[in-house]
């Protein structure tokens, strides 16, 4: 068992991080004793927090990199890595000296001396680590999108609620600091009340390869790759990344950057915590391959009390390019060029619209939005420190996180919306307060996947 | 609106070497209906890997048609197909595909069906997805059958099943079946680096 040391966060540091904290609704003193912050379960503002990773394969290493302001500052240290293939793992204990490798997560959830867990694995696991985390009183930061399941969005809600962890859903692109600029343009009405959020996205790939099944690598543990999902023979185009395009595993764009840019416009519009009323989806299927999710796709999101609709378009490039083409940025600017124009969303408001490119990592507002002066009397908004040291604000002081799970599992089920009217070809009325969908038996069990044990909830 | 295709059609395009046509054939199959899931099922079995897979689409495409609101006859007649398909003439990888497409539209008729496949509780084959197919089924009979595979299954299938109507909200003795989702099995060969 590791010894738990205390180490001293360098002051301007936590007093920046702190001060933060105090700028949102929570009320948080500007200079916090550690021994107020450390309520039981909750480390004070000197201690370190020891930290976990739950997959190691390319996003999850991007979230270890992330992390690394925080562990330079000494807030934080990486002692435990998990992933299930061998290889990656071996890659990633090399990347983090002294960290204890496990193929099982549940041995870094046995681990007492753990604070907080990093969730990088694929989708169809997320709502199952998200609630074995939680029950062992982990802090959790998991990767979006939330989860694939309805059943799981509610369950990692109530788990979350019940032991009280701080939780972060990496839609990060609510952290950026021009989605600051946007929330801000937005709340003060510079536009309206906003009854139309146009997302656009480029298509889900095709699987040309006809790739036969075979056995697994003997460095994958195949059953620990599933997990939750049902046994089927090794196929090496469901794994590693391309997990995305399989509706069970990934969702396609829509539960991928869909979880990015509708968390925008749900935070942004300040809809976290409502629903959907009706969900209506039409989309092209790959016409070949392994992978499932809609190529092309069109789904309408209606809103009631307030009334707005959400809709979200996945459209050929050369359509992309035409409709919303990226502007012209030098890249000396603060947020540099748009690299990523090929996703983001047009707010159409009463008094004109506003748009922005990416959502994610990169969020880009027009210039319009950037250049707007605030004036006298203006409403303001959360800044977000960065969306890990957001999570740390979380972890060290009780403050809801930006992205925290009940704001994540509402943005999944969108995706999982979308999604589900997609491949039922129907149009779903969905009840968000009792989380159902109404007067359709089979959309209803399909709000839940009975996960192979003992892999489950 | 999706074209109307005769079963014969269906099945001529469904084997097309063309992907597009393919497609257009799976993406439709959905009016043909209940008679095209055994010869679909015979694709999905022993067709070349993409009419293979286009088959297996095309039998979803039926299922999810007929489980629309106000369709309850196609429903009971999809259903019944699929459980004439649940029979050990069937290769387990089709009867497994067959349990999750039940696993959405059945009634207690499937649950009846899965009880009586011969030795269920011991074919490891196929239980796993026999027993989320039944746990998905929102009727008394479900929840009944699980109770009782738990009375009569061997001992390496009991805790499925009691987490299975634990998932039902049924009460099950932890001592005798306790929850194991949180107990590490998998141990890495992999030495951390100093």
């Known amino acids: ?457 | 609106m999706e074209p109307k295709l005769t079963l014969q059609s269906l099945l001529e395009k469904i084997q097309s070497d063309d992907p597009d046509v393919r497609t257009a054939a799976w993406l439709a199959a959905g009016s043909v209906g209940a008679s095209a899931l055994k010869p679909l099922a015979e694709l999905v079995a022993h067709g070349e890997l993409e009419v293979g897979r286009a088959a297996k689409r095309a039998m979803w495409r039926i299922v999810r048609t007929a489980g629309a609101p106000g369709q309850e006859s196609a429903r009971r007649a999809v259903e019944n197909a699929l459980v004439d398909l649940l029979s050990e003439s069937t290769p387990d990888g089709v009867r497994r595909e067959v349990l999750w497409m039940l696993s959405e539209i059945g009634s207690d008729e499937t649950v009846a069906a899965i009880r009586q496949i011969p030795g269920i509780l011991e074919n490891k084959a196929i239980r796993e997805d026999a027993r989320c197919c039944v746990q998905r089924i929102p009727t008394r009979a479900a929840v009944r059958a699980l109770a009782d595979g738990l009375e009569a299954a061997p001992e390496d299938f009991q805790l499925a099943l009691a987490q299975a109507l634990r998932a039902r909200g049924v009460e099950v003795d932890k001592a005798k079946y306790p929850c194991v989702k949180l107990v590490p099995t998998k141990e890495t060969s992999v030495k951390p680096v100093k």
Request: glycine share 10%; with cysteine.
């Open chain 1, 1 to 457: 068992m590791m010894s738990r040391r205390l180490h001293e966060v360098p002051r301007r540091a936590f007093l920046k991080t702190a001060g933060l904290a105090a700028g949102t609704a929570v009320a948080a003193p500007h200079v916090i004793p550690a021994k107020v912050l450390a309520a039981p379960g909750r480390k004070g503002a000197n201690e370190r927090i020891y930290v976990g990773h739950i997959g190691m394969g390319g996003r999850a290493r991007g979230l270890y990199r992330e992390m690394g302001p925080l562990r330079e500052r000494g807030e934080c240290q990486s002692v435990a890595v998990c992933d299930v293939d061998e290889k990656r793992l071996e890659r990633a204990a090399k990347e983090v000296p002294g960290a204890v490798p496990y193929r099982d997560y549940r041995y870094i959830l046995q681990r007492e001396d753990i604070d907080a867990v990093v969730i990088g694995t694929p989708d169809h696991w997320h709502g199952v680590q998200f609630v074995h985390a939680a029950e062992c009183r982990k802090h959790i930061y998991c990767e979006k999108p939330a989860c694939c399941t309805l059943e799981e969005s509610k369950a990692m809600i109530e788990a979350a609620r019940k032991t009280g962890i701080a939780s972060q859903i990496g839609s990060q692109g609510r952290s950026q600091p021009e989605a600051y600029l946007m929330h801000r343009y937005l709340v003060n009405g510079v536009i309206g009340k906003v009854h139309w959020v146009e997302c656009f996205h480029y298509p889900s790939p095709v699987d040309t390869s006809h790739t036969p099944d075979s056995d697994p690598p003997p460095e994958l543990d195949w059953d620990l790759w599933l997990g939750p999902l049902r046994s089927r023979p090794y196929n090496r185009r469901y794994l590693h990344g391309v997990f995305r395009w399989l509706l069970e595993s990934g969702g396609g764009q829509i539960r991928d950057r869909g979880a990015h840019v509708m968390s925008c416009a749900m935070y942004w519009l300040g809809a976290d915590g409502t629903g959907p009323v009706e969900i209506e989806a039409t989309g092209t299927p790959p016409n070949q391959g392994l992978w499932d999710s809609a190529v092309l796709m069109n789904v309408t999101y209606t809103f009631k009390n307030p009334d707005w609709k959400m809709t979200w378009t996945q459209m050929s490039n050369e359509e992309i390019k035409r409709r919303f083409p990226p502007e012209e940025r030098t890249g000396d600017e603060p947020g540099g060029r748009i690299t990523r124009p090929g996703y983001g969303a047009v707010y159409h408001g009463e008094h004109g619209t506003c748009m922005h490119w990416g959502g994610d990592g990169g969020t880009w507002v027009e210039k319009k939005v950037r250049q707007w002066e605030p004036p006298a009397g203006a409403k303001d908004v959360y800044r977000s420190p960065g969306h890990m040291e957001d999570w740390f604000v979380g972890i060290r002081t009780g403050k809801k996180c930006i992205m925290d799970i009940e704001w994540g599992a509402g943005v999944a089920n969108l995706c999982i919306l979308g999604n589900l009217a997609y491949v039922l070809g129907r149009k779903l009325r969905w009840d968000h307060a009792s989380w159902q969908i109404l007067d359709d038996e089979e959309a209803q069990r399909m709000i839940s996947r009975p996960q192979r044990h003992p892999y489950h909830l």
